[in-house]
């Protein structure tokens, strides 16, 4: 990815058999993910679906979340994606957008389903460095899950300020991209890793 923020490997697929073949490759479990164009906020949905563990139930479950969508017509970001699973218990919100004021902003809290209803974040313009990300997170009400976590390590914090300068880098060199929303991003080992992604972008 051009931003440099890592991502949970996996592949877009368009039909069921398409599905099981990048379910072999990223390995099982999977997560199922519709993909259209339209659709923000799919756990809200019912569009995703975890946990999924052969060659039959990954047919079934791509089918269902296919649709009715017609490959000849559909976008090419548009289908289901079959992702890795991720065993977590640790997931954040880091993401940046466009502030009328202070232009790029970078902004991290805890994320999850929990994300809108907490509201837990702080935000920072861009450029970041390690100080920033070090006050961010001690702005937060949730900044215990950064430190050892019921047997987890710390989160690396050089992590959390690579992939918040990349998504202010991002915003600064390209002025079409209004705003980027990683959520969740998920806490794997020390290491952070992008499961979903919302990219808004002007007309």
């Known amino acids: 990815m051009r931003a440099r923020v890592p991502v949970v490997e996996g592949e877009l697929v368009r ?11 990223v390995g099982w479990p999977v997560v199922l ?3 259209r164009r339209e659709l923000a906020h799919k756990s809200e949905r019912g569009l995703v679906r975890l946990g999924v563990g052969d060659p039959t139930e990954v047919r079934s479950v791509a089918q269902e979340l296919l649709g009715d969508l ?15 699973q991720i ?13 009328p004021i202070f232009g790029p902003v ?7 389903v929990l994300a809108e209803a907490l509201d837990d974040v702080s935000v920072r313009p861009v450029p970041i460095g390690r100080g ?7 702005e937060l009400r949730s900044r215990a899950i950064f430190g050892e976590f019921r047997g987890e390590r710390p989160i690396d914090t050089r992590e959390v300020e690579a992939v918040l300068a990349a998504l202010g880098r991002l915003l600064a060199s390209d002025e079409s991209i209004e705003s980027v929303d990683l959520n969740p991003v998920m806490v794997e ?10 990219v808004e972008v002007t007309a």
């Open 132 to 138: 920033d990300v070090e006050d961010m997170i001690s």
């Open 87 to 99: 065993r977590s218990t640790r997931e954040l919100l880091m993401g940046a957008h466009r502030d």
């Open 106 to 112: 970078v902004v991290m809290g805890l994320g999850g």
């Open 15 to 25: 039909d069921p058999d398409g599905a099981v073949a990048a379910a072999e490759k």
């Open 189 to 198: 080992g020390r290491s952070l890793v992008a499961v979903d992604a919302l």
């Open 70 to 84: 017609d490959p000849s017509t559909a976008h090419p970001d548009e289908g289901v994606l079959v992702l890795r």
């Open 33 to 35: 993910k519709a993909s």
